[in-house]
């Protein structure tokens, strides 16, 4: 059933979940206070960052981060990120700070990076799944900082989306998933970027990428040359060890079958028309996700279109991703066919998310000796 933004909020107060509408650059101080007592009294918060919403609790509470897990439905086994204000609170958070997680602090702090540290005895060891490290990032959203900086402690907040539904970058989408899970939203507008935080692990030498996202891999080598990068999503590369956690393939697993197209454009689209044509042909609804200059080719069949937004603005696109999974999804297609960008810069995550959305489904328009294009 469908819900006007509207109707959506009030069934959500009804069943105990707050909704604050804020100012993203300049947020009311008084919802920025009324949110931290929420955490301070052990309850949980959604709020915009830069990157996706998060689902916060106070980080020093054992019991608060618990019914993170219980909200979400998410495994036990999965750590979260450690929310931060400032240096002060890194010292609290870490047991160690190596001079290279300095000098990345530095440079991409307020922003989308998380640095995975040893952990301080301070981080209750569910925040972490159990393990000697935490996951830390300073956000830069101002509502983020806002609440951070009012409530006086570092806030462990996940993506605030069901386990194994896209990261939400609205409210709305935050609601859809968690609306009676959640006590407040702080409602800030779409989240900027869109695509998560890149995961880097500094503990190992050298820093290697879990999970590639908002800083690109090419920024982070211009300051550090030597971060690497298991790049265990692309097709020609073959199945590595043991992923780490930020790696597990199955992420968003969409009810319609989904088929990630990789190539050029002029290859990939033709062979999403054969496929949509041959699926339609076979009684089954289709939904397509693409750049929008690649979908006119589709205007004459009998599917349902998502444009990603310009083929040759990758910020643009990151920013739609999850909204394009979760509007498909909700149309209720039997399959979803998707081509985007290569997997440069920005387009490195968009390409990791839609990799794992399609659970590795992925069909090669292209042979890569020809083309190392995707
Ligand atoms: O942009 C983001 O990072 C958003 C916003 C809210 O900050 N948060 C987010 O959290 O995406 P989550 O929980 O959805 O993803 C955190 C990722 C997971 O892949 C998790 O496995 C990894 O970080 N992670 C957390 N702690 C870790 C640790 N100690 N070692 C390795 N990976 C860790
Ligand atoms: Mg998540």
Same mark, same amino acid.
């Given at each position: 059933m469908k819900y006007t933004r509207v109707a959506r909020a009030a069934l959500a107060e009804k069943i105990?979940?707050?909704?604050?509408?804020?100012?993203?650059?300049?947020?009311?101080?008084? +919802?920025?206070?009324?949110?931290?007592? %929420?955490?301070? /009294?052990?309850?949980? $918060?959604a709020f915009p960052t830069e990157t996706v919403y998060g689902l916060g609790a106070n980080a020093l509470d054992a019991g608060a981060v618990a019914r993170i897990f219980r909200a979400k439905g998410r495994p036990a086994s999965d750590p979260?990120?450690?929310?931060?204000?400032?240096?002060?609170?890194?010292?609290?958070?870490?047991?160690?700070?190596p001079e290279v997680a300095l000098m990345l602090a530095e440079r991409f702090w307020p922003g989308p990076l998380t640095l995975v540290l040893r952990? +301080?005895?301070a981080i209750p060891p569910g %925040?972490?799944? /159990?393990?000697?490290? $935490?996951?830390?990032?300073?956000?830069?959203?101002p509502v983020a900082l806002a609440l951070l900086a009012a409530v006086g402690v570092p806030i462990a907040a996940p993506s605030a989306n069901r386990f194994s539904r896209p990261s939400p970058t609205l409210a709305s989408h935050v609601l859809e998933d968690l609306a009676g899970q959640v006590d407040l939203v702080l409602d800030g507008g779409p989240a900027?970027?869109?695509?998560?935080s890149t995961v880097l692990d500094v503990t190992l030498d050298p820093p290697v990428v879990l999970r590639p996202g908002g800083v690109t891999l090419e920024a982070l080598r211009a300051v550090l040359p030597v971060v690497t990068f298991v790049p265990r999503y692309l097709p020609m590369e073959p199945q590595e060890s043991a992923p780490a956690p930020g790696m597990l393939l199955r992420h968003y697993s969409p009810r319609a079958e989904m088929m990630l197209f990789s190539g050029p454009a002029e290859h990939a689209v033709q062979a999403m028309v054969a496929t949509a044509q041959r699926l339609a042909a076979?009684?089954?609804?289709?939904?397509v996700m693409a750049p929008e200059q690649e979908l006119g080719a589709f205007a004459d069949l009998d599917v349902l279109t998502e444009s990603l937004g310009p083929r040759d603005d990758p910020a643009a696109i990151g920013?739609?991703?999850f909204a394009c999974m979760r509007a498909l999804d909700a149309s209720g297609v039997d399959a979803i066919l998707v081509h985007a960008i290569a997997p440069e810069g920005l387009g490195l995550?968009?390409?990791d998310r839609l990799f794992r959305a399609t659970e590795g489904r992925v069909v090669d328009t292209m042979p890569l000796r020809e083309s190392n294009r995707l």
């Amino acid at each position: 059933m469908k819900y006007t933004r509207v109707a959506r909020a009030a069934l959500a107060e009804k069943i105990g979940t707050r909704i604050l509408v804020v100012d993203p650059i300049h947020p009311d101080p008084a +919802a920025i206070a009324e949110a931290a007592s %929420v955490l301070q /009294g052990g309850g949980l $918060v959604a709020f915009p960052t830069e990157t996706v919403y998060g689902l916060g609790a106070n980080a020093l509470d054992a019991g608060a981060v618990a019914r993170i897990f219980r909200a979400k439905g998410r495994p036990a086994s999965d750590p979260l990120i450690v929310h931060i204000h400032d240096r002060v609170q890194l010292a609290l958070v870490a047991a160690e700070v190596p001079e290279v997680a300095l000098m990345l602090a530095e440079r991409f702090w307020p922003g989308p990076l998380t640095l995975v540290l040893r952990r +301080a005895p301070a981080i209750p060891p569910g %925040v972490a799944a /159990g393990r000697p490290t $935490v996951a830390v990032r300073m956000p830069r959203h101002p509502v983020a900082l806002a609440l951070l900086a009012a409530v006086g402690v570092p806030i462990a907040a996940p993506s605030a989306n069901r386990f194994s539904r896209p990261s939400p970058t609205l409210a709305s989408h935050v609601l859809e998933d968690l609306a009676g899970q959640v006590d407040l939203v702080l409602d800030g507008g779409p989240a900027p970027i869109g695509l998560e935080s890149t995961v880097l692990d500094v503990t190992l030498d050298p820093p290697v990428v879990l999970r590639p996202g908002g800083v690109t891999l090419e920024a982070l080598r211009a300051v550090l040359p030597v971060v690497t990068f298991v790049p265990r999503y692309l097709p020609m590369e073959p199945q590595e060890s043991a992923p780490a956690p930020g790696m597990l393939l199955r992420h968003y697993s969409p009810r319609a079958e989904m088929m990630l197209f990789s190539g050029p454009a002029e290859h990939a689209v033709q062979a999403m028309v054969a496929t949509a044509q041959r699926l339609a042909a076979a009684g089954r609804r289709v939904g397509v996700m693409a750049p929008e200059q690649e979908l006119g080719a589709f205007a004459d069949l009998d599917v349902l279109t998502e444009s990603l937004g310009p083929r040759d603005d990758p910020a643009a696109i990151g920013a739609r991703l999850f909204a394009c999974m979760r509007a498909l999804d909700a149309s209720g297609v039997d399959a979803i066919l998707v081509h985007a960008i290569a997997p440069e810069g920005l387009g490195l995550a968009v390409w990791d998310r839609l990799f794992r959305a399609t659970e590795g489904r992925v069909v090669d328009t292209m042979p890569l000796r020809e083309s190392n294009r995707l």
